[in-house]
């Protein structure tokens, strides 16, 4: 799917167009199998673990004989999948200093084991602390995923 729409995208031949994306399927079964196509890469947050799912290739667009590889992970009851624009973890504070891929890590795994909404509002919070009156420049979009089993 993921090389079929890099393919298309390709062809069109829009000059200096590209596309980061981020394509998934969960069965009911729990295996999610996933490619991740230069997009930040979403985080699974499990009763043990937070780590991100990064496996796939480079930005849509670019190359034509680009390759891109999927993940296959199991999924557990209660296991959340956190999504999210480049806007949350490039918010800036006031000191021009970004929020990061780490600090949002940290953040879900501070909360981690709580529901997918108290997963989101406790990195907005955490985002918003870290930026305090800093004008924000970007959207923070962030998706969850609950598996429920």
Do not use: W
Not at 23 to 45: E, Q, R, S, W
Not at 84 to 103: C, I, K, L, P, Y
């Amino acid at each position: 799917m993921i090389t079929r729409l890099n393919h298309g995208l390709f062809r069109r031949a829009i000059e200096n167009k590209f596309l980061t994306t981020f394509y998934g399927m969960l069965g009911k079964d729990g295996a999610f199998t996933y490619c991740n196509a230069g997009h930040n890469a979403p985080i699974l947050v499990s009763g043990s673990s937070v780590r991100r799912l990064e496996k796939g290739g480079m930005v849509l667009g670019l190359f034509e004989m680009a390759s891109f590889e999927e993940e296959t992970v199991q999924l557990r009851p209660g296991d959340v999948i956190i999504a999210f624009s480049d806007g949350v973890t490039e918010a800036m504070n006031e000191a021009g200093d970004e929020f990061t891929d780490d600090r949002l890590l940290d953040s879900l795994a501070r909360n981690r084991g709580r529901s997918p909404q108290e997963l989101i509002d406790g990195v907005i919070a955490d985002v918003r602390v870290f930026c305090g009156d800093a004008m924000q420049s970007d959207d923070l979009t962030i998706l969850g995923v609950h598996f429920a089993g």
